[in-house]
């Protein structure tokens, strides 16, 4: 099967075909936002099937975005158990909605338990701890594919199919009435400001400057807003206390707030985290700063206003790890936080020079 084009993935299943599809993805922010891609994929697939995601009730706001998703089930099992009542009362609900396919993503037990006890026709998933009997359509060779979203991809694609050169990127839309609405209950103005986004998770891929960075901001007049959940209220006070009057805490424990900050900030600056990703897929000018991680590997799709990285050659980077165990976390305290704000003041005056009539 030959791709011409990310957007014009060939058509390959029953246009007729109208039984709903569910995915199971990753349910990380950001990987959340990543499986956005197998939606469309899916949707070029099958345009009639309609497309359904298991979702946590913290990544729920996002399906709200989604273009192409018709509905979440909301999916909220504990941690490092089972829970086989509560996974036999969301197989009924599977049931109850008349899934033909499912997309599993993890590679675990517990993501595929559920779907089998539905008796959903067509099971797909990578081979991974022996679920045999649990998925009927394997995919094989996950661990040649290069990157994470080639992973998940792939699933929704027919066995053996070429990859396209580039995947369709992952969309969120806001409505802007909606961004109107959220800058009226929030008390904010119609001005440019700056979101910044300082939560990761693992503390080496959180950057060391943020408060500087506020405070520069601040001092050239142009508001900032504190992105993140309820993990983010330290270094939001510490943010605040240093950038002064013009510095906004917006953390909190609901997801639809950041997406609504997101998609109302003039340009967002953000760690290697899931509200880098979606961000970008809201289409907000959006810089990344990468530590311990390869933006080969993990940054959006969508392409970023700039990606930042240390100019120290470090043998330790990418190293992939929560926490800096070599080097003193050289990877992030080597970018200065002048060193960003020259970028951002570029990416702002851009982002004027596109706005203005």
């Known amino acids: 099967m030959k791709h011409d084009s990310p957007e ?25 936002v990543r499986g956005h891609t197998v939606v469309r994929v899916l949707k070029q697939r099958w345009p009639n099937r ?36 509560q996974q036999w009362n969301l197989a009924r609900q599977l049931r109850a909605r008349g899934y033909g396919t499912v997309l599993i993503m993890p590679r675990t037990w517990k993501s595929a338990i559920a779907p089998a006890l539905a008796g959903i026709p067509e099971r797909v998933g990578f081979v991974g701890e022996a679920r045999f009997g649990l998925l009927n359509r394997w995919r094989w060779g996950e661990r040649a594919l290069p ?23 992952p969309q969120l839309h806001v409505p802007g009435e909606d961004v109107i609405r959220w800058r009226q209950a929030q008390g904010l103005g119609s001005g440019p400001a700056v979101a910044l986004a300082p939560g990761a998770v693992g503390p080496s891929k959180r950057w060391t400057y943020y408060a500087e960075a506020a405070r520069m901001l601040t001092e050239r007049g142009i508001d900032v807003w504190v992105i993140g959940g309820p993990n983010e209220k330290a270094i939001a006070a510490e943010i605040v206390a240093t950038g002064g009057s013009r510095v906004r805490d917006l953390t909190g424990h609901d997801l639809r707030n950041g997406i609504l900050a997101m998609a109302a900030a003039t340009l967002a600056i953000s760690n290697d985290s899931g509200l880098l990703h979606v961000a970008a897929a809201i289409g907000t000018p959006t810089m990344g700063i990468f530590g311990p991680t390869s933006p080969y590997h993990w940054a959006p799709l969508n392409g ?3 990606t930042i990285q240390t100019k120290t050659p470090l043998p330790c980077q990418p190293c992939h790890r929560p926490v800096c165990t070599r080097n003193d976390h050289r990877c992030m305290r080597d970018i200065p936080a002048a060193e960003v704000l020259a970028i951002a003041e570029r990416v702002l005056a851009k982002a004027g020079e596109r706005a203005a009539p």
């Open 147 to 169: 990157r994470m979203i080639d992973r998940k991809a792939s699933l929704a694609l027919p066995a053996n199919a070429a990859r396209p050169p580039e995947w369709p990127v």
């Open 8 to 32: 014009k993935l060939e058509t390959v299943g029953d246009p007729s075909d109208s039984r709903p599809v569910l995915i199971v993805p990753y349910m990380w922010i950001g990987d959340f």
């Open 50 to 85: 309609p497309v359904d995601m298991l979702v946590t009730t913290l990544c729920a706001p996002l399906v709200d975005y989604m273009p192409g998703v018709r509905s979440g089930v909301v999916w909220d099992l504990p941690r490092s158990r089972l829970a086989l009542r």
């Open 304 to 306: 970023l206003a700039a």
